[in-house]
């Protein structure tokens, strides 16, 4: 091996490092996540090289005199990310992109970029991955494009961190993280020591100069961003662009917040000019559902501070085999197979003989308990094969004995079915007292799962 390199071992995972294999990592107790790099001794400061000194200095500053306000935020004027963002940019900030290829994370990204250069503010696009005239026949379909908007398509960092204080821009994107590079750094762009070094420069410059940056992650197989867990560490916000690309919508969702509330999400729509806002989601989720068939019900489940009304279906059919199959699309898989044990044992429906298969209607996932009481009348209604009345909204949570639990947030989940025009609502009773008499929809409690079949079927 050449004089000043080293063999060491990364945890994808994580980030851990070891001199030699092994087959589990100590530091997050995952099997089989160590892969080797080459590094370089020789230069043996890593981010500290290229560290930018910040405009405040290294002096203790109290507290109390430090000011904020609304101008530290920029906003996107995409009102849907400007929600996940917690209400816009802020100044200095690290945001991660991450999602599927193909979902629309650049697009989305350009479209940023073309509404805040149309307000005056100076935006660098980087680009690893695309030519100039790549991102322009793209750019032509989103629309007009003013001077203010710079591209370079780069991937070398000293390069990129010298363009970045040059030209001193208010917003940098960098697409993508894994096709950036760092000389000092002897491994292949998109190792975990290049990604994690990456991040490292691209974070102080972030902090020293003041700029946002974006920059676009690769997802791997399992939907994590790929790379070192630390990554995710690292930056300030991570979003996830969800969805089908089969599928019209797409769901972004910050998973981590600095600035904001965490899990909240916007919706969007691919169209031909690009990703466009859908204002009212519940809305769009219920266009075209069935009104006379079983085993459909509407449920409410809040994302963050956004109460979204979607609809369950199942189907229960005579099983063709010994073992009867299970299914969900959007909804966690064990928890359907909870739910129904629960249905068993507490109502008494016989479903051990029976195929079920469970679908949330319009591309989305969702892992709120407060939906469990929809999925629970959703199987019962298909099972004895009798319509819920699709006036019906149902939320509640469901617990091994039966008994159906108090959500949070009750009020604000009646009010949007009211909106959208329910006449009823079926919830559990714990809930009901603090809102009788404020509503003009009818409220109606529950405590255990016989009452809410009783009632619907």
């Known amino acids: 091996m050449a004089k000043g390199k080293k063999t060491v071992f990364f945890c994808q995972n994580c980030g851990y490092e070891s001199p030699k294999w092994m087959g589990q990592c100590p530091g997050c107790r995952q ?37 904020t306000g609304e101008d530290d935020r920029i906003k996107t004027e995409i009102e849907e990310l400007d929600r996940v963002l917690g209400g816009g ?12 290829p193909g979902i629309g994370k650049s697009t989305l990204l350009l479209q940023v970029c073309r509404q805040l250069s149309n307000k005056g503010h100076k935006i660098l696009y980087i680009s690893g991955e695309e030519s100039l005239r790549q991102i322009k026949l793209r750019a032509e ?7 203010l908007l710079l591209l370079m398509c780069e991937t070398n960092l000293e390069t990129i961190r010298s363009t970045i204080e040059r030209v001193r821009p208010e917003a940098v994107v960098i697409d993508s993280i894994q096709t950036m590079y760092n000389e000092d750094i002897s491994s292949a762009p998109g190792s975990v020591s290049q ?20 920059i676009v992650g690769h997802v791997t197989k399992d939907g994590s961003v790929a790379g070192p867990r630390v990554l995710e560490h690292m930056v300030d916000t991570v979003l996830y662009f969800e969805g089908d690309r089969q599928v019209a919508y797409r769901i972004l969702r910050s998973v981590k917040n600095r600035f904001g509330s965490t899990n909240e999400i916007g919706v969007f729509e691919m169209q031909n000019k690009g990703l ?38 199942a189907l229960v059919t005579r099983t063709n085999f010994g073992l009867p199959r299970r299914t969900s699309v959007g909804i966690d898989y064990n928890r359907v197979n909870l739910l129904m044990a629960v249905l068993e044992k507490r ?15 319009g591309g989305m996932k969702l892992g709120e308990p407060a939906i469990d009481l929809g999925i629970v009348m959703a199987i019962a209604s298909s099972y004895k094969n009798k ?7 149902i939320f509640g949570e469901v617990g091994l004995s039966g008994e159906i639990r108090g959500v949070s947030m009750a009020e604000q989940r009646v009010r949007e079915a009211e909106k959208l025009g329910f006449t009823a609502c079926l919830m559990p009773k714990a809930n ?26």
């Open 387 to 393: 319509v819920v009345d699709p006036e019906l909204l």
């Open 141 to 147: 379909r989103i629309g007009e494009f003013n001077d």
């Open 276 to 313: 466009a806002e859908v204002k009212n989601p519940s809305q769009v989720m219920l266009n075209g559902r069935p009104t006379d068939a079983s085993g459909s019900v509407v449920v409410c489940s809040i994302e963050g501070t956004r109460p979204i009304l979607i609809e369950i279906q």
């Open 31 to 67: 099997w089989n996540t160590f892969v080797e790099e080459t590094i370089s001794t020789s230069a043996g400061k890593g981010i500290s090289q290229t560290m930018v000194k910040t405009s405040g200095g290294n002096e203790p500053v109290a507290l109390a005199k430090i000011k």
């Open 347 to 361: 109502a008494g429906l016989h479903l051990g003989d029976w195929d079920a298969y469970v679908n949330l209607a």
């Open 432 to 457: 009901l007292e603090s809102l009788q008499g404020k509503y003009q929809i009818r409220l109606i409690g529950v405590s255990n799962i016989k009452e809410a079949m009783n009632y619907i079927i």
């Open 89 to 100: 940019i802020v100044q200095g900030s690290m945001v991660l992109v991450g999602g599927d």
């Open 195 to 214: 990604v994690r070094e990456s991040t490292g420069v691209l974070m102080q410059i972030a902090k020293g100069l003041g700029i946002s940056i974006f």
